[in-house]
């Protein structure tokens, strides 16, 4: 998984895991109303046979390979004053009845059940006097089954590496796989240590070291180009119909009030094979297909409830980075016109292949100007303010809109995982909403299945079900108007035959002689 590849040595030689900025900025923009949660619900199958209770051979198996996750045993550790970003500190003995929760769900109970549970435990914020994270077990349900909900903060690690995170956690097959050797931990990364909490000294030291990296002035370049990337962007996106939303300037929607600290999840699936295939006939991309089906859906929930926008909403998107210094978090964005101001799916499909392209090339385009010579970095002392601030109801809710609602596409395992002998049949990814931004979907491949999960607030989208109806609804509407185009296409073509002239003539003077034999 993404761990620290960089590491800091103070004068006092400790080794200090710091935070990255991007780290930093989770942490800084939770609210108690919208922490900075992402996780998933893990649904597995218990075998009739299945010796022992799954809840405690999971504990089990969570106590041994926790040992080989670093951020499982690391807490967040502010600087002294805010002069420079936290850093990672060993978090000694574990407290596993905080990390974990095992509850027995009435008989018959299903994974719906579980969902309206995990509405209200999602919603916590995380004690960052421990390690950010925690686990439940949900058993008893029908059909001899179990959920597995993990919960941890996004400062911690984005969605490909909570890919990775699962694949280090389970097993490619029913017997699990013994601990780690030192030489495999090392291999993959795993070896980390971290440092002892930080003093004013150390403090001082580091900050002293991050500003001499990165002072302001040398930064200047770095702004200058990132400011023209901008300008030139804005300029696109005003008068270029295709690449319309790449630069923020989403419409004002219910999706972008104020939110409460309620949860509301929905989740369903769809076959990755068929998505594929229509991708395929469509000349666009799987992404394409996603945010197409989700664009149809939203567009048909908001003129349902009369809060339907003429000009089409925005959807972020989670680009997926190659591994920074010591950050946990590898992702940009790009933004795109959602295209919910298209009613027919499949110009809804083609429009967005040409909005996303646009989009990508623009996202790159972007971040490289931020990162070009020394790159940008706000100072500590600056960033915790400015994010905080910037997130709040107050702020967030009265600018205007940057976006409409944020949509991850995460490619997980294509082959069959298992966790202490039980497969996994299904995970349903569940993150984070914040004011202004009141929707959440993120997708997850397993095997042959794209798992969606909604993350919302009820005050905000009264019925997330709905919502999740309307999308597999508007999967299937498109893979039936494909269907038709291909079925009229394929059609065989029959010429006109014209009635020869002598014929019509002949025809024509028998009716003229019936007629006068009437009269």
Not at 41 to 63: M, N, S, T
Not at 64 to 73: C, D, G, L, T, Y
Not at 186 to 204: E, F, I, Q, R, V
Not at 254 to 266: G, M, Q, V
Request: proline fraction near 6%.
């Amino acid at each position: 998984m993404n761990e620290p590849k960089r590491a800091r040595h103070t004068s006092m030689g400790t080794t200090m895991q710091r935070f990255s900025a991007a780290d930093a900025l989770f942490l800084y923009a939770e609210k108690p109303e919208a922490p900075m949660n992402i996780g998933s619900a893990q649904l597995v199958q218990i075998p009739d046979e299945y010796e022992g209770r799954f809840r405690d051979r999971f504990l089990a198996l969570l106590k041994e390979r926790s040992k080989e996750v670093p951020i499982m045993n690391w807490v967040v550790a502010e600087q002294p004053y805010n002069l420079d970003y936290p850093v990672w500190t060993d978090a000694g003995t574990l407290d596993w009845s905080y990390h974990y929760t095992a509850k027995k769900m009435p008989k018959g109970s299903t994974l719906d059940d579980v969902m309206r549970e995990l509405e209200g435990i999602h919603a916590v914020p995380l004690d960052r006097s421990k390690p950010l994270f925690q686990y439940y077990v949900f058993d008893g349900l029908a059909d001899n089954q179990a959920v597995i909900y993990a919960k941890l903060h996004h400062s911690c690690l984005d969605g490909q590496a909570g890919v990775q995170l699962m694949m280090l956690m389970y097993d490619l097959e029913r017997t699990p796989r013994p601990p780690l050797t030192a030489d495999q931990m090392k291999a993959h990364g795993l070896d980390k240590t971290p440092c002892h909490k930080p003093t004013l000294t150390t403090a001082l030291i580091d900050a002293a070291f991050s500003t001499a990296e990165k002072p302001v002035y040398k930064q200047w370049p770095a702004a200058r180009k990132t400011l023209d990337v901008l300008r030139h962007q804005y300029t696109q996106s005003r008068h270029n119909p295709a690449a319309e939303g790449t630069l923020f300037g989403a419409p004002r929607s219910i999706l972008n009030s104020p939110i409460t600290d309620k949860r509301a999840f929905a989740i369903g699936k769809i076959s990755l094979t068929e998505t594929k295939a229509v991708a395929k006939a469509m000349r666009a991309t799987l992404n394409d297909v996603i945010l197409s089906v989700t664009g149809g859906a939203l567009r048909n929930y908001l003129k349902d409830e009369g809060e339907l926008p003429d000009k089409s909403l925005v959807c972020a998107i989670p680009v997926a980075q190659s591994q920074k210094d010591s950050s946990l978090n590898n992702v940009a964005a790009m933004t795109v016109a959602w295209r919910t101001d298209e009613s027919d799916p499949l110009r809804r499909i083609k429009k967005l292949h040409h909005t996303t392209t646009i989009g990508k090339r623009n996202s790159i385009e972007l971040f490289g100007a931020i990162e070009s010579g020394t790159g940008l970095k706000l100072p500590a002392y600056l960033a915790k303010p400015v994010m905080s601030s910037f997130m709040s109801k107050e702020v967030i809710t009265t600018i205007p809109p940057l976006l409409s609602a944020i949509l991850s596409n995460v490619p997980g395992a294509p082959m069959t995982l298992y966790m202490a002998g039980c497969e996994l049949l299904a995970t349903y990814p569940l993150s984070v909403i914040t004011h202004g931004c009141a929707v959440n979907i993120t997708v997850m491949s397993y095997r042959d299945d794209i798992d969606f999960g909604i993350t919302t607030c009820p005050d905000v989208i009264k019925d997330a079900d709905k919502l999740m109806r309307l999308i597999l609804e508007e999967f299937e509407d498109t893979k039936a108007a494909l269907a038709a185009e291909q079925e009229a296409a394929a059609a065989p073509k029959f010429d006109v035959i014209e009635t020869e002239p002598a014929a019509a003539e002949a025809d024509a003077d028998e009716g003229e002689e019936q007629s006068a034999a009437v009269a």
